[in-house]
């Protein structure tokens, strides 16, 4: 397997192990509070609460949509590699933002114990994309 085939795979799996994380945790709970001061900074930014079954498929629905298109990452398809360049991007802001809120709060917050390694396979799998792409 490619080195951008198995950073995205393994960024698959690290995105189940997070959602697990957040669902024990009741991150769909925890939305209040982050977007209540949001809200406050940002009148116009709504503040909102998830209901725990549809973040829950919200969640399933990316995990699949990662794992499932990891053969065609390796496979090269142009429409993949797009794909996981959104993954790498917004998975490194998953991570930054779940350690953001851990370091504003003082304390543990939903999904922070896992958001390193998001972190940390969105920097490289983005590395990996920039090393594999013709223009680099």
């Given at each position: 397997?490619?080195r951008v085939g198995t950073v995205y795979l393994l960024l698959g799996?690290?995105?189940?192990?997070?959602?697990?994380?957040?669902?024990?945790?009741?991150?769909?709970?925890?939305?209040?509070?982050?977007?209540?001061?949001?809200?406050?900074?940002?009148?116009?930014?709504?503040?909102?609460?998830?209901?725990?079954?549809?973040?829950?498929?919200?969640?399933?629905?990316?995990?699949?949509?990662?794992?499932?298109?990891?053969?065609?990452?390796?496979?090269?398809?142009?429409?993949?590699?797009?794909?996981?360049?959104?993954?790498?991007?917004?998975?490194?802001?998953?991570?930054?933002?779940h350690l953001s809120g851990a370091l504003y709060f003082g304390s543990?917050?939903?999904?922070?114990?896992?958001?390193?390694?998001?972190?940390?396979?969105?920097?490289?799998?983005?590395?990996?994309?920039?090393?594999?792409?013709p223009s680099a």
């Open positions: 397997m490619s799996v690290a995105q189940a192990a997070h959602s697990i994380e957040e669902m024990r945790t009741h991150l769909y709970e925890f939305f209040w509070t982050v977007t209540g001061l949001l809200h406050r900074a940002v009148p116009a930014f709504p503040q909102f609460r998830w209901q725990a079954d549809t973040f829950a498929v919200v969640n399933m629905a990316l995990i699949a949509l990662l794992l499932g298109t990891v053969p065609f990452v390796e496979a090269g398809k142009r429409w993949a590699l797009a794909l996981a360049w959104v993954a790498g991007v917004v998975e490194t802001l998953n991570g930054i933002g543990y917050v939903p999904g922070a114990a896992s958001a390193p390694l998001l972190l940390l396979l969105g920097i490289v799998l983005l590395r990996e994309l920039c090393r594999r792409s």
